[in-house]
């Protein structure tokens, strides 16, 4: 049955498709009675990709953000742990996306889709529609990316309680063979989460006062470490790897 647009911004239900054979993510649009491409894996460097809704949807509250439908250019494909990331140029974004510190760009990412949201008009910033950011992925109860390790899982307009920061040792960094970890916090349980450089879930740990960890089977780069004890206390490190 078909939704009215709302506050919710969703247009007439949610279809989607995944043609695995492509590599193309398809969303089906009842008032066009047709299907458009909002993901495409098959892209290689300098082919175009236009924003999903293009000119055959009509504007609505749900769709219209200052960069639909506007075509992009592949800016490079590169294959990270087996998987294919496809990179397009900058967004600028009246909120948190255009602030350097969190290095966000438009990806396809094989095993992921696309790190913005093509589903919809979700929210407002200063009474202006905003392109929808990808912020994390949970498989089978396991999270498998996350875009940046400071914009966590969940927004919120509230406030953030002060944790208590984590006391480690990470030696040696960079790290050809293996990394050492200590903790001073040593009656607790130590979970630790590591990420590659485009967000996805590498490997995941647990352990007390000191763990070494093999790097061999990682790609030479700079992975984020997330170390969470039994309080919910968080922190977060760099480690490059170099073979």
């Not at 939704?3 to 193309?24: N, Q, W, Y």
């Not at 749900?62 to 990331?85: A, M, T």
């Not at 396809?108 to 392109?131: A, C, D, S």
Request: proline share 5%; charged share 20%.
């Amino acid at each position: 049955m078909p939704v009215l647009p709302g506050f919710s911004g969703i247009e007439e239900g949610l279809l989607v498709r995944e043609d695995t054979l492509s590599g193309k993510l398809y969303r089906y649009i009842p008032s066009i009675e047709d299907e458009v491409v909002v993901c495409d894996l098959s892209l290689n460097e300098g082919d175009t990709f236009q924003l999903f809704p293009g000119d055959d949807v009509p504007i609505a509250l749900w769709n219209d953000y200052r960069e639909r439908g506007i075509k992009l250019v592949v800016d490079s494909v590169r294959y990270i742990n087996g998987k294919k990331v496809i990179y397009f140029p900058f967004l600028s974004e009246p909120c948190f996306f255009s602030n350097p510190r969190y290095n966000i760009s438009l990806r396809f990412i094989e095993g992921i889709g696309p790190t913005y949201g093509p589903f919809g008009y979700f929210g407002r910033v200063f009474g202006e529609n905003v392109l929808s950011l990808l912020l994390c992925v949970e498989k089978d109860g396991s999270q498998v990316f996350m875009m940046h390790e400071d914009l966590q899982c969940f927004q919120s307009v509230a406030a953030v309680k002060e944790v208590e920061v984590l006391k480690l040792n990470i030696y040696p960094n960079p790290v050809v063979d293996y990394v050492n970890i200590t903790s001073e916090n040593q009656d607790s349980e130590i979970q630790l989460t590591v990420y590659d450089f485009v967000g996805s879930l590498v490997g995941h740990y647990t352990f007390q006062d000191h763990i070494q960890i093999p790097v061999h089977n990682l790609s030479s780069g700079v992975y984020t470490l997330i170390f969470r004890d039994h309080k919910n206390n968080q922190s977060s490190r760099k480690v490059v790897i170099s073979h």
